[in-house]
């Protein structure tokens, strides 16, 4: 179903034979208009301006300001824009920031003409389209969360003291004497980081130092 006014697509990648491409293609289809070509992000955020497109088709890597911080910079003056990632890029470095940046579509440049079309048509209607692999990421990222903090975050600094003299084998009597305190302040202490770590021991508690670099 065509649309009343055509959709306003702006084109930001780096290189000329890509936006020529897609200039050319998007041009045969129906409702959608191509207002400009960019091919750096710094020319990209000033062609937004001048013509405010609806949609934008975003690169990623790109000489001086990348996609992502383009992509950002595009949601903070226009937060009703809809941008749509095309590249060939599909590490975590670069898709997680970016989709986290705004970006409301992501899509490899390996698509097919038709489905870059249906991407930007899909945007125009408030639909985000996935690439099937950024889909699979992304719900296995959420399974299985990267970026829990560390159990050790949450010991006080005595806490972490003690641990690194408990990793050495010292006994709760040697760790009192480094540290001038009571022994019972030192048992006190190894209860608490064996509940914040989540073991049952002093010997579990001596391994996760060890794994995570809390020994030394």
Not at 122 to 131: D, F, H, P, W
Request: net charge negative.
């Amino acid at each position: 179903m065509e649309m009343e006014t055509p959709i306003k697509v702006l084109l930001v990648d780096d290189h000329e034979m890509v936006r020529i491409g897609l200039a050319a293609v998007l041009g045969t289809e129906d409702g959608i208009e191509v207002v400009g070509e960019a091919g750096s992000g710094e020319e990209g955020i000033r062609l937004a301006q001048e013509y405010h497109p609806d949609v934008v088709l975003m690169d990623l890597v790109m000489d001086g300001m990348d996609g992502i911080e383009t992509t950002r910079l595009l949601m903070k003056q226009f937060p009703n824009l809809k941008v749509i990632v095309l590249t060939s890029y599909l590490d975590d470095e670069k898709m997680y920031p970016v989709i986290e940046a705004g970006a409301f579509s992501y899509l490899l440049k390996t698509s097919r003409a038709s489905e870059v079309a249906d991407a930007i048509r899909a945007a125009a209607r408030g639909q985000s389209v996935l690439e099937s692999q950024v889909a699979s990421k992304m719900m296995n990222r959420f399974r299985h969360p990267q970026n829990e903090a560390p159990a050790h975050n949450d010991l006080t600094d005595r806490e972490m003291e003690v641990l690194r003299l408990l990793a050495q084998g010292k006994s709760n009597q040697d760790i009192a004497d480094d540290l001038i305190i009571g022994i019972k302040t030192v048992k006190f202490h190894v209860t608490n980081i064996l509940g914040k770590l989540g073991v049952e021991d002093r010997t579990q508690a001596a391994i996760y130092a060890y794994k995570n670099g809390l020994a030394e």
